[in-house]
């Protein structure tokens, strides 16, 4: 038995102050209003003057702390090591466009992790693929020469893009056989629904059970509202890779905030989106539509002017991002507890709000039933926070995977 003694308990719908949370073997047992409690069998740990929240959900994160998602060997074992110190607990494995190769190798470590987790670290969760069904306008920091067309046969099924060299002898029906293959270690794909045969793999991937995305997108608000009735359910990065929301041509982020059916993924770092915007999305859509995500590269977690990459692109850490070469934004270098900060101290939400953007809501999209909340009988995935929003400990299905020394 461990209890978590003396802490600011960030609950679904209230703060509750000088508490205890009672830990047995992964699961919560109790939520106690005292802050002392004595049990010759229990592991006491102090942790007053700390937030204790439920522990965060990254559902689109690359990587961190120069270890990419497409990287050989163990790649995610490495990334789930790291992640419990900026209070992640559990997180998908966001991948880039890629080669059928090496989109197969970092599913096959998804299933292993998922399977037999390699010691201590973040659950890791069916993997998010910001895939090769994009639109090379708003491609981002995507490799060109990986994009293609949900269409089979050869180059037919290559996106065109000014300037890309060949990215191989592969076709979109290609990765989509490696998608099939790998139906449980899948969870959400990226696409833009405009590409000619976008509408229908849309239907295709929902029918499988995968949750469809909409993202890299330049989608009328038409097309868009088309692929939200087709079945997509979730949005890459509101308002980034995406067609800028006008009064006249709304586009997808005018979609999205509209539709209640679409849960949406935003960037909380204050850089990628405005704060004022993020507030405005929030408060939009609301806390309960919103996951707050980092979309963290190898970078995250490194100092500034380090160089790195994000999957087979070269990438450098600058002050509020990484970018490539030519300065293209390329993911960012956010960790989860800094985005919890951003919320509370830029976009002006309670602690209880954020730890439902960061934990609650993410949990309930994915159904990952007794995650995300602090409650009893939930999982004990649980972060420690000191009152500058450091990360002090963290538990995974009660075990403690990092604590600050």
């Given at each position: 038995?461990?209890?978590?003694?003396?802490?600011?308990?960030?609950?679904?719908?209230?703060?509750?102050?000088?508490?205890?949370?009672?830990?047995?073997?992964?699961?919560?047992?109790a939520i106690e209003t005292?802050?002392?409690?004595?049990?010759?069998?229990?592991?006491?740990?102090?942790?007053?003057?700390?937030?204790?929240?439920p522990g965060f959900i990254d559902v689109h994160v690359h990587g961190v702390e120069g270890h990419d998602s497409?990287?050989?060997?163990?790649?995610?074992?490495?990334?789930?090591?790291?992640?419990?110190?900026?209070?992640v607990t559990a997180f998908c494995p966001t991948t880039v466009a890629c080669s059928p190769d090496d989109l197969r190798a970092v599913?096959?470590?998804v299933a292993k992790a998922r399977v037999e987790p390699q010691g201590p670290g973040a659950r890791v969760l069916p993997a998010h693929l910001e895939s090769n069904f994009i639109n090379p306008d708003y491609r981002g920091a995507q490799p060109p020469e990986c994009l293609r067309l949900p269409l089979s046969g050869g180059t037919s099924g290559r996106a065109k893009t000014s300037g890309s060299e060949p990215g191989g002898s592969y076709s979109g029906a290609d990765i989509?056989?490696?998608?099939?293959?790998?139906?449980?270690?899948?969870?959400?794909?990226?696409?833009?629904?405009?590409?000619?045969?976008?509408?229908?793999?849309?239907?295709?991937?929902?029918?499988?059970?995968h949750r469809v995305s909409l993202g890299h997108s330049g989608a009328t608000l038409d097309m868009a509202m088309s692929a939200i009735d087709a079945g997509a359910r979730h949005a890459t990065h509101l308002?980034?890779?995406?067609?800028?929301?006008?009064?006249?041509?709304?586009?997808?982020?005018?979609?999205?905030l509209s539709s209640d059916a679409v849960a949406a993924e935003l960037i909380c770092d204050g850089y990628h989106v405005h704060p004022a915007i993020g507030r405005l999305a929030i408060k939009s859509k609301g806390i309960d539509r919103v996951m707050a995500i980092t979309d963290g590269t190898a970078g995250s977690g490194l100092p500034i002017g380090t160089t790195t990459r994000l999957g087979t692109l070269r990438i450098h850490v600058v002050e509020h991002a990484a970018v490539l070469d030519d300065g293209t934004l390329a993911g960012s270098t956010l960790t989860m507890n800094r985005a919890f900060e951003t919320i509370v101290s830029r976009f002006g939400f309670s602690v209880v709000e954020a730890a439902r953007l960061c934990s609650t809501t993410p949990a309930r999209e994915l159904g990952l039933t007794g995650l995300g909340v602090l409650a009893a009988d939930a999982y004990a995935d649980i972060t420690v926070m000191d009152r500058s929003f450091r990360v002090v400990r963290t538990f995974v299905a009660g075990r403690e995977v990092y604590g600050r020394s």
């Open positions: 038995m461990i209890v978590l003694a003396g802490g600011d308990l960030v609950l679904p719908d209230r703060l509750l102050t000088n508490a205890s949370i009672v830990i047995e073997a992964d699961r919560i047992a005292r802050a002392r409690i004595d049990s010759a069998a229990a592991r006491v740990v102090e942790v007053q003057d700390c937030y204790v929240v497409l990287d050989s060997g163990d790649a995610l074992a490495a990334i789930s090591s790291r992640l419990p110190r900026y209070g599913l096959v470590q989509l056989e490696v998608i099939a293959a790998a139906r449980a270690d899948v969870g959400i794909v990226t696409l833009a629904p405009e590409l000619p045969g976008g509408m229908e793999l849309v239907r295709v991937l929902v029918a499988a059970g308002f980034n890779g995406m067609a800028p929301m006008h009064h006249r041509t709304p586009g997808v982020a005018a979609a999205v």
